[in-house]
C-alpha cells in the first residue's frame, strides 16, 4: 500500500524558483513548469467517453496552476481494458467530449496533451469493451502476459489477467488508427500529443524482444523492432506537426510483463531514442523505475554487470533474479542521448528534487502525478507554502458502488473533484 503522505509536500531548504518561470514548449509559452502526468483514473461511467465529470477535474487543475496537463490514457480503438471505464478517442463523440474538456482547460490559461495509447496484448476478450469492438485481442506476437501480474480484470468473474492474444497481420493499420486519433485529438482542440510507448502497451510490446518474436520487417533486429514506434511518432507528428509531439518511456520494463536483459535495453533504446530525436518532437518523459510496479517471474533473469551504464540492483528484500525489470538510473542513462527534445521526469519526484533536476540541466521538466489527485491547485499551495492534502488511496480508481453496481455520478466525484481548494489570503 503506498503512503497517503505525498512525497511532494515541501521540505524546505531548497530554492523552488526554477518551476515559477516560464517555458517554452515547441509554439506554447507554458506559464510554469508544473506539469501534470497522465493519471488513469477510470470515471468515464457509463462507457468510454470523457464526462462532465472529466472536464471539471481537468478545469480544477487548469485553475489551480497547472501549465501543462497530460489527460489520461485515451484509447485510439475500443478495447477491452484492465480499465473499464477509460476513455477512448476514435469518434466523434470522443471529439465531442475532449473538446469541452480542451476548452475548460484553456479558459484558465493552460495547455493539455492528450496521452493516446494502443494497450496491444494487455486486454481480456471478455471485457465488456473488447467484446464490442468485435476483435480479437492483438499483439506483436501471440504470446500472452504471464499470469500473476499486475495488471487484472477485477471486474470479471476471478479476476483473471490478460487474454492470449493474435499476431497482428498488418502492424501499418495501427499506424493508421493512431493518425486517426491524432487527427481526432487536434479536431477537439487539444494542444499536442503524448505517444504511450512504455508501460508493457503495445509499442513497447513491439520494442521488446522477449514479447516481439516477429521474423518479418517488424521483428527481429532492433532496427525492425523499433520501426513500429518509429512509424507511429512520424504518423501523428504529421497531423500536429513539430513540437507538438511527446513520448511516454519506460526503458526499464516490468509492468506488464516486459522487459529485456542489459545488453538488450541499451541497444534498442539507444537506438529508438537517437532515431525518435531526429523527428521533432517536444519532449520525452522517462518514468523512473519503481519496484511495486515490477513483476516477479518463474525462472531467473540475468541481472549481471548492472553498475555498468548507471544500473544498479534494487531493495536486497526482493528477489532480483526473479523480478521481470531491469532497474537503472533513466535519466542519467537515457538523458544524454537527447539532443533536440526536452527531457522530462515522472514518477514520485518531491518538488525539490525536481527543482534541483531543473536547475542543475539534468531535466527540462517533471511531470507531477499524485500531488496533483490530491491538489488541484498542487502549484499555488507550493508557491504560498500552504501545506498537501493527503492522497485517499481508497478512491483513486473508483467505477463501481460500494453495492457492486455502477456507482453514482456523487461517488464518482469522491476523490475525484472534491478535493478542496487552499484559502491563500
Given at each position: 500500500m503506498f503512503p497517503t503522505q505525498l512525497e511532494s509536500q515541501p521540505k524546505g531548504g531548497v530554492d523552488l524558483s526554477v518551476l515559477f518561470k516560464p517555458m517554452q514548449l515547441g509554439p506554447l509559452t507554458l506559464r510554469n513548469k508544473f506539469f501534470m502526468a497522465a493519471l488513469t483514473r477510470d470515471r468515464n461511467v457509463p462507457g468510454n467517453v470523457p464526462t462532465d465529470l472529466a472536464v471539471e477535474y481537468y478545469r480544477q487543475r487548469a485553475k489551480g496552476g497547472a501549465a501543462l496537463i497530460v489527460s489520461e490514457g485515451a484509447l485510439i480503438t475500443q478495447s477491452g481494458s484492465p480499465w473499464p471505464y477509460a476513455p477512448g478517442i476514435w469518434s466523434e463523440e470522443h471529439v465531442r467530449a475532449w473538446k469541452k474538456v480542451a476548452d475548460a482547460v484553456h479558459e484558465e490559461g493552460s495547455y493539455i496533451y492528450a496521452q493516446i495509447i494502443h494497450i496491444g496484448r494487455v486486454a481480456h476478450i471478455d471485457a465488456p469493451e473488447q467484446i464490442a469492438s468485435g476483435e480479437p485481442v492483438y499483439a506483436p506476437s501471440p504470446i500472452a502476459v504471464r499470469p500473476g501480474g499486475t495488471s487484472r480484470f477485477r471486474f470479471l468473474p476471478g479476476q483473471p489477467g490478460p487474454s492470449m492474444p493474435v499476431e497482428i497481420n498488418n502492424p501499418r493499420k495501427f499506424i493508421g488508427e493512431f493518425r486517426h486519433a491524432a487527427i481526432n485529438a487536434k479536431k477537439a482542440g487539444l494542444d499536442g500529443i503524448e505517444v504511450h510507448a512504455g508501460g508493457g502497451w503495445l509499442i513497447h510490446q513491439f520494442l521488446d524482444n522477449t514479447?516481439?518474436?516477429?521474423?518479418?520487417?517488424?521483428?527481429?533486429?532492433?532496427?525492425?523492432?523499433?520501426?513500429?514506434?518509429?512509424?507511429?511518432?512520424?504518423?501523428?507528428?504529421?497531423?500536429?506537426?513539430?513540437?507538438?509531439?511527446?513520448?511516454?518511456?519506460?526503458?526499464?520494463?516490468?509492468?506488464?510483463?516486459?522487459?529485456?536483459?542489459?545488453?538488450?535495453?541499451?541497444?534498442?533504446?539507444?537506438?529508438?531514442?537517437?532515431?525518435?530525436?531526429?523527428?521533432?518532437?517536444?519532449?520525452?518523459?522517462?518514468?523512473?523505475?519503481?519496484?511495486?510496479?515490477?513483476?516477479?517471474?518463474?525462472?531467473?533473469?540475468?541481472?549481471?554487470?548492472?553498475?555498468l551504464y548507471h544500473?544498479?540492483?534494487?531493495?536486497?528484500?526482493?528477489?532480483?533474479?526473479?523480478?521481470?525489470?531491469?532497474?537503472?538510473?533513466?535519466?542519467?542513462?537515457?538523458?544524454?542521448?537527447?539532443?533536440?527534445?526536452?527531457?522530462?521526469?515522472?514518477?514520485?519526484?518531491?518538488?525539490?528534487?525536481?527543482?534541483?533536476?531543473?536547475?542543475?540541466?539534468?531535466?527540462?521538466?517533471?511531470?507531477?502525478?499524485?500531488?496533483?489527485?490530491?491538489?488541484?491547485?498542487?502549484?499555488?499551495?507550493?508557491q504560498h507554502g500552504v501545506p498537501l492534502n493527503n492522497l485517499d488511496w481508497m478512491t483513486v480508481y473508483r467505477s463501481a458502488a460500494s453495492d457492486g453496481g455502477v456507482a453514482s455520478k456523487e461517488e464518482l466525484s469522491k476523490g475525484y473533484t472534491d478535493y478542496p481548494f487552499a484559502v491563500i489570503n
Open positions: 514479447v516481439n518474436k516477429r521474423s518479418d520487417e517488424w521483428g527481429g533486429s532492433v532496427e525492425n523492432r523499433a520501426r513500429f514506434g518509429l512509424e507511429v511518432l512520424k504518423a501523428v507528428t504529421s497531423v500536429f506537426g513539430p513540437g507538438r509531439v511527446g513520448i511516454k518511456l519506460t526503458p526499464t520494463g516490468g509492468y506488464n510483463d516486459v522487459g529485456m536483459p542489459v545488453e538488450d535495453t541499451l541497444e534498442t533504446f539507444t537506438y529508438f531514442i537517437k532515431e525518435a530525436d531526429k523527428l521533432g518532437l517536444a519532449y520525452m518523459v522517462f518514468q523512473r523505475y519503481e519496484v511495486s510496479f515490477d513483476e516477479t517471474i518463474d525462472g531467473q533473469i540475468s541481472h549481471g554487470h548492472l553498475h544500473f544498479t540492483n534494487v531493495s536486497d528484500s526482493w528477489d532480483v533474479g526473479k523480478l521481470r525489470g531491469t532497474s537503472h538510473d533513466v535519466i542519467q542513462t537515457w538523458g544524454p542521448l537527447i539532443k533536440n527534445a526536452k527531457v522530462f521526469g515522472n514518477f514520485n519526484y518531491t518538488v525539490e528534487e525536481a527543482a534541483e533536476n531543473i536547475a542543475s540541466g539534468k531535466l527540462d521538466g517533471v511531470l507531477f502525478g499524485r500531488s496533483f489527485i490530491a491538489n488541484p491547485d498542487f502549484p499555488k499551495r507550493i
